[in-house]
């Protein structure tokens, strides 16, 4: 089945630092969203992205499908993005999300 | 707009015993989802609701099993509860598109700690 791979497993930030964050899959996927998990496990929506490039305010996404890989980039990050970010993918002929690996944020003051 | 409405938050059993887990999509939404997630790891699918009928399963044991309502309201049963089956429910809803590029929107999960 398909494999997906996130980048760094776990990454330590100051606040106001900037961070990328990687997501690599093996197969052709339908769809792509990235997801931010709070300490309490709630997954909240931050793009969904099959490809090309979104922004949010301090967060942006770029997904290039045919090299398999999608980024997730932080800006000027804060203690409240901490927690988990998930990446998963939709493979064609279903409906279910394949999550990646998730890479694990902590913003220390 | 309420997004995904999940029930109840907390759960405590007993091995050996059944439990239910509810689930509201969001507004507009006819698909629910629903996906396990154990202590450190991702959401694992467990099966996919549409029009009342179970339309995917992931790899899960008979021992789950679910229900859609016409309203399109989702329950998750688990029957013979073991240890293993701790960890948090999460259940997603979305919209049955054509071609199925959908966005899963989750509730806040139910936490299960099996006894």
């Known amino acids: 089945g398909i494999q997906v791979e996130q980048s760094p497993p776990d990454l330590i930030l100051q606040e106001g630092a900037n961070s990328t964050l990687r997501c690599n899959f093996s197969d052709s996927v339908n769809n792509l969203q990235w997801f931010h998990q709070n300490p309490w496990g709630q997954l909240i929506n931050l793009f969904y992205i099959p490809s090309g490039t979104k922004q949010n305010g301090r967060l942006s996404a770029t997904t290039v499908a045919t090299e398999r890989y999608s980024l997730l980039y932080i800006s000027s990050s804060q203690t409240t993005d901490s927690g988990v970010y998930f990446c998963a993918v939709v493979i064609y002929n279903t409906d279910k999300l394949i999550f990646g690996t998730g890479t694990r944020l902590q913003v220390f003051p | 707009d309420a997004g995904v409405t999940q029930s109840p938050t907390h759960l405590i059993k007993t091995r050996g015993q059944q439990v239910t887990l509810r689930c509201s999509p969001k507004s507009g939404h006819d698909t629910v989802s629903w996906y396990q997630q154990a202590l450190g790891q991702g959401p694992q699918f467990i099966f996919q609701?549409?029009?009342?009928?179970?339309?995917q399963r992931g790899n899960f044991p008979d021992r789950f099993s679910g229900h859609q309502f016409p309203n399109y309201s989702s329950e998750l049963n688990v029957n013979a509860l073991l240890l293993g089956d701790s960890a948090l429910y999460l259940c997603?809803?979305?919209?049955?598109?054509?071609?199925?590029?959908?966005?899963?929107?989750f509730g806040q999960g139910t936490r299960l700690t099996v006894v």
């Open positions: 609701y549409y029009e009342e009928e179970e339309r």
């Open positions: 997603a809803s979305s919209a049955w598109g054509h071609p199925r590029n959908t966005e899963a929107f």
